[in-house]
């Protein structure tokens, strides 16, 4: 029978230490500061366009309705 933790994909505090050691090893202690910099700026640009996004719906939305 599977396992309940194989079935739903349960991440546990072992694997989450494994993946950071191995992320460690891969691109070292002076490198990480710049992906994670890198991954925020990504996130601040995809919610930036998706306001922006929002925002030309409703003035066109309003458009509509006058």
């Known amino acids: 029978m599977i396992s309940l933790n194989v079935l739903l ?3 546990g ?3 989450i230490a494994i993946v950071v050691i191995l992320v460690l090893l891969l691109f070292g202690g002076k490198k990480i500061p710049e992906l994670m910099r890198g991954l925020g700026s990504g ?3 995809f919610k930036d366009a998706t306001k922006e996004e929002d925002e030309a719906a ?3 939305q309003t458009k509509e309705s006058n």
């Open 9 to 11: 994909g349960i991440v």
């Open 13 to 15: 505090p072992w694997q």
């Open 43 to 45: 996130i601040k640009e």
């Open 58 to 60: 409703k003035a066109e």
